[in-house]
T-cell receptor, first 111, second 113 residues
Framework: DGGITQSPKYLFRKEGQNVTLSCEQN?????MYWYRQDPGQGLRLIYY???????QKGDIAEGYSVSREKKESFPLTVTSAQKNPTAFYLC??????????FGPGTRLTVL | AQSVAQPEDQVNVAEGNPLTVKCTYS??????LFWYVQYPNRGLQFLLK??????LVKGSYGFEAEFNKSQTSFHLKKPSALVSDSALYFC???????????FGSGTRLQVQP
């Protein structure tokens, strides 16, 4: 997990509320990624960014938004449009070697 | 589109015995393959990868993986399992277009003392 931090570790959301998950890296990596993990389904790509001020939708982007204003930071907002947001969220980063390094994760629960 | 299959939800092995966690893949072009391990409520830790070269790849914590192009497989192996190896293991293939990873559904490894 070293070099990539995610906060908070646990997050609770009420219906209709937007919440933002933080991801910061000090590895000087260009690319950053957000994945969602549900039991028995592996990880699914939400959004990714290969460079500052640019990002692309992944496979399950609906109901999520991101920004990449700084190389070190890639926050994820879970909007009220995401109907089933309860999951474990993982942020990752990589350089050109393609190996992605993951943060410790944020567990989001809808109350 | 690329895909990864991990056919076993769980693998049970006795401590000291060899272990194998299976992975098959489907991808156009040359595959970039990865193995990660996840302990409860933690992020994924990188174990090893295959990009090119030797079909037998050595990684962290005594793990290795064998790339087999004809069988499109990339099985994870360890000669002697430890109880501390008990965890969730993910195989992944890199998407050649967007440089993200496509993951298998994971295999839970249980090593009994």
């Amino acid at each position: 997990d070293g070099g990539i931090t995610q906060s908070p570790k646990y997050l609770f959301r009420k219906e209709g509320q937007n919440v933002t998950l933080s991801c910061e890296q000090n590895l000087n990596h260009d690319a950053m990624y957000w994945y969602r993990q549900d039991p028995g389904q592996g990880l699914r790509l939400i959004y990714y960014s290969q460079i500052v001020n640019d990002f692309q939708k992944g496979d399950i982007a609906e109901g999520y938004s991101v920004s990449r204003e700084k190389k070190e930071s890639f926050p994820l907002t879970v909007t009220s449009a995401q109907k089933n947001p309860t999951a474990f969220y993982l942020c990752a980063s990589s350089m050109d070697t393609d190996t992605q390094y993951f943060g410790p994760g944020t567990r989001l629960t809808v109350l | 589109a690329q895909s990864v299959a991990q056919p076993e939800d769980q693998v049970n092995v006795a401590e000291g015995n060899p272990l194998t966690v299976k992975c098959t893949y489907s991808v156009s072009g040359n595959p970039y393959l990865f193995w990660y391990v996840q302990y409860p409520n933690r992020g994924l830790q990188f174990l090893l990868k295959y990009i090119t070269g030797d079909n037998l790849v050595k990684g962290s914590y005594g793990f290795e993986a064998e790339f087999n192009k004809s069988q499109t497989s990339f099985h994870l192996k360890k000669p002697s399992a430890l109880v501390s190896d008990s965890a969730l293991y993910f195989c992944a293939v890199r998407d050649t277009g967007r440089r993200a990873l496509t993951f298998g559904s994971g295999t839970r490894l249980q090593v009994q003392p």
